[in-house]
């Protein structure tokens, strides 16, 4: 939604029980997937470090919300990542995909547990089997936000995620966190990129239980 309405109180109609029917191109990520090839290139000390991680992600539907006329389908998610052959946790992510049908919106956030938090946006047509989202530091609306060492010694200026939907039933993602690090004067391109198998079904959404 972008030309917003006068009345910014009264909810749309209809709105729809079942967020699995309605999730527009989310709907091919509901579900538990696991991708055993992904690659991290990380910064470290003497340059940039390639680590190949082990990922499993889970995206369950929520419930239908609303922000008064405002209307979202979504996936509330969790991801656990290890490096093959250990159990510590090598990265751990939470946050939501959502889908707005007035707007043809996505919108994905993402909170991580050493202190950062961001809100990447893009657009899509329902049926869409790629799509990129991007969210910029100092934004006021899709931005990013980091505690404060992280946002002295390695800030993010920018994230950016481009999904692809393959045609064996998996999905890729690239993802780009571009980093301003204390002493380099040349940004740096954290990437991060896999193909997730699912290896389970989705829960229904409350409402539909």
Sequence with gaps: MTDFPKDIYTEPQPIHRNTLLNLGPLAKMAGIWE?????????ESDGPFKQSYVERIELHPIDPQTNGPQLFYGLRYHVHITKPGQSKTYHDQVGYWLWEPAAKTIIHTLTIPR????????????????FELVASQGS???????????????KTVEFRIAIKFNDDGTWSYDQDTVMKILGQEALFHHRDTNTLHK???????????
């Design 35 to 43: 991708g055993l090839r992904g690659v991290d290139i990380r910064p």
């Design 115 to 130: 202190g950062q938090t961001a809100m990447a946006s893009g657009t899509a047509n329902a049926d869409a089997n790629a």
């Design 140 to 154: 006021e609306t899709y931005g990013i936000c980091s505690a404060p060492f992280l946002n002295h010694a390695f």
């Design 199 to 209: 290896i389970g079904e989705p829960i229904l959404n409350p409402i539909m239980r």
